[in-house]
């Protein structure tokens, strides 16, 4: 059973940067798999954010790319997420999961509230 | 990209069978056998149901079962149970080697 725990501030100021960690347990991010972060705001669907593979290798949604960096710290088994630039727009419960190429999510982190607000 | 779409909601009986879609494009849903369904109950996180079109992971029940036909794909709920009472959204990988949601579907068991 592969774990996930997202952690990192739950208020962030507009025009500030967002950034969340993703710690996994019981399996190693070296091993496989893409990594992932989605987003869901309040009342709202499923937004995926990006993905990243365990050499760094990273792919964003388009309408996020200009203001998202992923990155991997293999030593620490989590990996990360930087938005910046946010708004109101970006209040969501963000997700962390592991993901086969291309395809599923099976494991998924509790998920972590983040506001912007000033 | 544009959300894949899938009706606002579906409702049924107990021990009724009902069909959600989930509409894309040849780009996405249309183009590759990479779409997944997932559940997911209120303040909860998504729990995967179907991957790659019509695969259940272990543990899923064989009530759940996935297609596919074109650029529109579809999650069957058989023998409708109250516990199915969620919300339902579908994913694919696009032709830009990313991901899209589903607009997301309410399940209401009457």
């Known amino acids: 059973q592969v774990q996930l725990q997202e952690s990192g501030p739950g208020l962030v100021k507009p025009s500030e940067t967002l950034s969340l960690t993703c710690a996994v347990s019981t399996y190693p991010i070296s091993s496989g798999y893409y990594w992932s972060w989605i987003r869901q705001p309040p009342g709202k669907g499923l937004e995926w954010i990006g993905n990243?593979?365990?050499?760094?290798?990273?792919n964003y949604n388009p309408s996020l790319k200009s203001r998202v960096t992923i990155s991997v710290d293999t030593s620490k088994n989590q990996f990360s997420l930087k938005l910046n630039s946010v708004t109101a727009a970006d209040t969501a419960m963000y997700y962390c999961?592991?993901?086969?190429?291309?395809?599923?999510?099976?494991?998924w982190g509790q998920g972590t509230l983040v506001t912007v607000s000033s | 990209q544009s959300a894949l779409t899938q009706p606002a909601s579906v409702s049924g009986s107990p021990g009724q069978s009902i069909t959600i879609s989930c509409t894309g494009t040849?780009?996405?849903?249309?183009?590759?056998?990479?779409v997944s369904w997932y559940q997911q109950y209120p303040g909860k996180a998504p729990k995967l149901m179907i991957y790659?079109?019509?695969n259940r992971p272990s543990g899923v029940s064989n009530r759940f079962s996935g297609s596919k036909s074109g650029n529109t794909a579809s999650l069957t709920i058989s023998g409708l149970q109250a516990e199915d009472e969620a919300d339902y959204s579908c994913s694919s990988y696009t032709s830009s080697n990313t991901r899209v949601f589903g607009t997301g579907t309410k399940v209401t068991v009457l």
């Open positions: 040849s780009s996405d849903v249309g183009g590759y056998n990479y």
């Open positions: 990243i593979d365990h050499s760094g290798s990273t």
């Open positions: 790659e079109v019509s």
């Open positions: 999961a592991r993901s086969a190429f291309g395809s599923y999510s099976d494991y």
